[in-house]
């Protein structure tokens, strides 16, 4: 697997394959990929003729007590992955290529990132929209694919692109899960054995509130109240938050009558983990 470090070398290579009229998918990732992200990059692989994979923990979107230094890393793990699943480059850059001395350029967006994680993490979105609208303008791909897990992020980076005119189309992949219904995530690989037990809750709790509104429930409060009760009966649990927000603005609401996303982050034992579920409007 061609492996490219510098932004001028991954720019060459995707402007010799526009000169052989190539179509060019993106999947930006922050690395250590597990099947969630086979999943986008096999997706790239069949809609276009090349795969750019960006393997990039991005300092900007992590806040000062988080897990920037111990986030997870093996570029030849990644390397393989990015093999089996038909990705054909790696764009694995140092920090300092992607913000060099004196960088002050940002791009953060004021609707969509008030609530979720959002609301926990105060920094993270303005990270996540600035390196993505670089990487957007690095690699200038046709498509690029984003995981369904990240809800609130999809959303962000559809809304971004469409407020900047960036000519890219975004395209939403499903969760992925282990056979246990855990959804997967290079977190996960934080969690002891006890704690993977215990982290079957979110998973259990996600698809509890689907059976809910499946069986007809329509106010938020009873669903939010019963998927709380379900999480706070596991003790390495800790909710950061349980919500059901209007998929299009991200922001809360009482009764089930539009598209929405119930969306949850539940700590256990020091590893923040989300998942969550869309509802379709009936
Ligand atoms: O979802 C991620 O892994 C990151 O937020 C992303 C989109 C690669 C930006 O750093």
Redesign the pocket.
Known sequence: MKIVKTVEEIRNQVSEWRKEGFSVGFV???GYLHEGHASLIKKSSENNDRTVV?V?V?PM?FGANEDLDSYPRDIEHDSKIVEESGGDIIFNPEPDEMYKNGFSSFVDMTVLTQELCGLSRPVHFRG?CT??TKLFNIVKPDRAY?GQK?AQ?LAVIKHMVRDLNIDIEIIGCPIVREENGLAKSSRNTYLSDEEKKSALILSKTIFMGIDMVKNGERDCNIILDAMKKNIESEPLAKIDYVKIVDLDTMQMIEKIDRPALCAMAVYIGKTRLIDNFFIEQD
Do not use: A, E, I, L
């Open positions: 930006p990732t922050m960006s990039f991005n979107q996540v390196v993505v984003f990240d992020q």
